[in-house]
């Protein structure tokens, strides 16, 4: 009962915000992310590391989305 109120929610939540938010907010995301794995990078290389590639992926998928 609850998981269907939850998932209620959820899908008007999503209907309510157009794509091309979403899109952005996934883009400011990448970008966040990948400027905290550069700081990051000196004290942890892995972590740094998968923050900048995650972050990366994010920009260009958010913006090849766009693109099309």
Do not use: C, H, N
């Amino acid at each position: 009962m609850i998981d269907e109120i939850l998932g209620f929610i959820f899908d008007v939540l999503l209907e309510l915000v157009p794509a091309v938010v979403w899109k952005f907010l996934f883009l400011l995301i990448g970008i966040i992310m990948t400027v905290i794995g550069v700081t990051v990078l000196e004290e942890s290389t892995q972590t740094g590391g998968a923050l900048i590639v995650v972050g990366t992926l994010s920009m260009i998928g958010s913006l090849v989305s766009l693109y099309r």
